[in-house]
């Protein structure tokens, strides 16, 4: 569908099915939905929790806390955490009924997204005030980031093929080197552990063309456990770049007749991900795991004369693959072997003809160790090989070579609780970064515990940075980072979790685009001469209430360029989401605030603050089949997460599911 410029910016007109948008209004509680229900989770003690059963978006909350890997390398309740540690279950995903990542993950606490148009488009995650090359993304573990521009593909990794999210929020590279400034954000499929063989399907339709449908099958049987799950999405899109405001930007260039091209940019995507495991005698499981996605993306180029027939797209391609066996080589002593691959693909055509192509790998085994010293008392220690490769058309480069070692220790002694990591990685391009975590926390009552994390981080420069023709400098220095954080977090049980922290994150070093001296503003190169800092309070809660299932998430900070004094690019400095959900027999309702303060856009453009609200529900016609329906941007809010990208007005959708 077309879209329609207005104010400062444009989007895709409303939907039509306005009967869906009837019902959700009228719904008693049709406001936010719950992206944290509190659900026991069984899990594996070494290093990859189990899925949830295929039912999960009916599943009631339990007072358990799920149990997480990513917060400390190890198997720990997310309540005994020290970094922030939060969980998107399956049942979480069901409910929400988002389409993307950037949809799932833009309510969480301390995250934020900027986007360059609809679904498909390349998305920024910043994590307090933390730029998304220095976010972690990991698919099973596996790190998928491009290795050339060092952030990954999160547009195209669609939510069929998830089955939960670990979200740590704050300095980590002590556990997994470099990228891990800002946190992690640790993506699990599904596996098919813990319930028996299934299969499930479902289609959607909706406003712009939209359609999608997947496919899965799973479950366990005796000591084997497998899943298989493919989707193809596929949608018209609406107009990315605003071209009004392209052109009062760009008069001399639009007078000679470039641009971009006004129509809708289309987006599709094919996806697919497997699992199979088997447990052996004597506490031994081995299996492999492999996940990919292409996706191709209709842009808008202003480099092109801006005409209904301009071709512009980017084919991208992701898989991930993984062999891994983890064991016991003594009582107390538990190893984990994992040998893996990423691929990040990427190719562009202007107007039909080539244009570029950057495919980066991360080839990275792992060996990792936990010895229990006595109850409550553990010792991590292992290794990381890691390889990056890249083959690009813009420019050749030599491979990279990653040795690391860590360690760490995790203990508690009554009311008091330590965690202690560190790690060392040499880089074939610029030798050893040492990096450290160290967290303590106190129990003042069974439920109340505060916390105080000290840590520093690198950050190793991009193959861009280093080797860009005209741009890159092979020179370059990691960028350091120094943390702290105090917390206090009290444990309801069924009422959940509130957890309030105020941070402090020291850049320095930090790599940006610099003018050289005398070429008249027309040559950059990447220099090591920024500095920054990002202060700021988090407060996240998520629990049930009467039947109610509640959230909140606020932010508060001051994400600052010390060279500058200004404000850190597309980073607010307030921004909060509310949801609720309840369900009421067969159906079930639920909706989301999501609120932003104004941010700075290429330091000299300020975007708006916003408020949105996304409405769903869901009715259980039986135990097998089920109908959803959710609006997007139900009051039609002009707003923009990038200059000067439009993004989606008010939508609606419609999603028929079968279970077996």
């Known amino acids: 569908m077309r879209s329609q410029t207005r104010g400062s910016g444009s989007r895709a007109p409303s939907s039509p099915l306005r009967p869906f948008v009837a019902a959700l209004c009228a719904a008693p509680l049709a406001i936010p939905f719950a992206v944290y229900s509190v659900q026991a989770r069984a899990t594996d003690a070494a290093a990859e929790p189990a899925a949830a059963a295929a039912d999960t978006a009916a599943a009631p909350a339990t007072t358990l806390a799920p149990v997480v890997v990513s917060a400390s390398r190890t198997a720990q309740a997310i309540t005994e955490t020290l970094p922030a540690t939060t969980v998107v279950t399956r049942a979480d995903i069901d409910n929400s009924q988002a389409p993307d990542l950037r949809t799932l993950l833009r309510g969480q606490a301390g995250l934020e997204l900027a986007a360059t148009g609809g679904m498909g488009s390349n998305t920024t995650l910043f994590m307090r005030g933390a730029n998304s090359d220095q976010v972690l993304i990991l698919v099973d573990g596996m790190r998928i980031g491009s290795v050339s521009s060092g952030t990954a593909q999160l547009a195209n990794i669609l939510p069929d093929q998830i089955d939960h999210i670990e979200i740590v929020r704050g300095n980590v590279s002590a556990l997994y080197g470099s990228d891990a400034i800002g946190g992690v954000v640790q993506i699990f499929t599904r596996s098919g552990a813990g319930h028996v063989p299934a299969a499930n399907a479902q289609i959607e339709y909706g406003s712009n063309n939209t359609r999608q449908g997947s496919v899965g099958y799973g479950g366990q049987v005796g000591d084997t456990s497998f899943n298989i799950t493919g989707s193809a999405f596929k949608t018209d899109g609406f107009s990315a770049i605003n071209t009004a405001q392209w052109n009062a930007n760009n008069p001399r260039r639009a007078a000679l007749g470039f641009g971009p091209n006004p129509n809708d940019n289309p987006y599709e995507n094919q996806s697919v991900s497997g699992q199979i495991k088997h447990r052996f005698n004597g506490g031994w499981d081995a299996g492999f795991s492999g996940y990919y996605s292409h996706g191709r993306l209709s842009f808008d180029s202003s480099s092109t004369l801006g005409r209904p027939t301009d071709d512009n797209r980017t084919d991208s391609d992701l898989y991930t693959i993984s062999a891994f066996a983890n064991g016991k080589l003594l009582p107390d002593w538990a190893t984990h072997f994992k040998l893996s691959q990423s691929e990040d693909r990427s190719t562009t055509t202007l107007n039909g003809a080539f244009n570029s192509r950057f495919n980066t790998r991360n080839r990275q085994f792992t060996w990792q160790n936990e ?141 940006v685009s610099s003018v050289v001296p005398g070429s008249g503003g027309l040559l950059y190169l990447a220099q090591n001469v920024a500095s920054a800092k990002v202060q700021g309070l988090e407060t996240s809660w998520r629990g049930s209430v009467w039947g109610t299932d509640l959230g909140a998430s606020v932010t508060i900070q001051n994400p600052v360029n010390e060279g500058s004094n200004t404000q850190l690019i597309r980073r607010a400095r307030r921004y909060a989401s509310f949801d609720v959900g309840r369900s009421f027999g067969a159906w079930r309702f639920g909706g989301q605030w999501i609120v932003s303060s104004a941010r700075l856009d290429n330091n000299s453009i300020t975007l708006g603050g916003y408020g949105i609200v996304n409405l769903n529900a869901r009715y259980n016609i039986n135990k097998q089949w089920f109908v959803a329906a959710r609006v997007e941007n139900l009051f039609d809010k002009n707003y923009q997460l990038a200059y000067p990208y439009n993004t989606q007005g008010r939508a609606g959708f419609i999603t028929l599911g079968w279970r077996q």
């Open 371 to 511: 010895y229990a010293l006595a109850p409550n008392h553990t010792l991590l220690f292992g290794t990381d090989l890691l390889r990056q490769e890249i083959d690009s058309s813009a420019y050749n480069a030599p491979a990279r070579n990653v040795v690391s070692v860590f360690g760490g220790y995790e203990g508690r002694i009554g009311a008091h609780q330590l965690q202690l990591n560190a790690r060392n990685d040499h880089y074939s391009d610029f030798g050893n970064q040492a990096s450290y975590f160290a967290g303590y926390g106190f129990n003042v009552t069974p439920a109340l515990k505060l916390i105080a994390n000290a840590s520093d981080a690198f950050h190793a420069p991009t193959f861009n940075e280093l080797y860009y023709p005209n741009f890159g400098q092979p020179n370059l220095k990691p960028e350091r980072a120094r943390s702290l954080e105090a917390a206090a977090q009290y444990d309801g049980g069924s009422v959940g979790v509130l957890r309030m922290s105020v941070f402090e994150t020291r850049y320095s070093d930090l790599i």
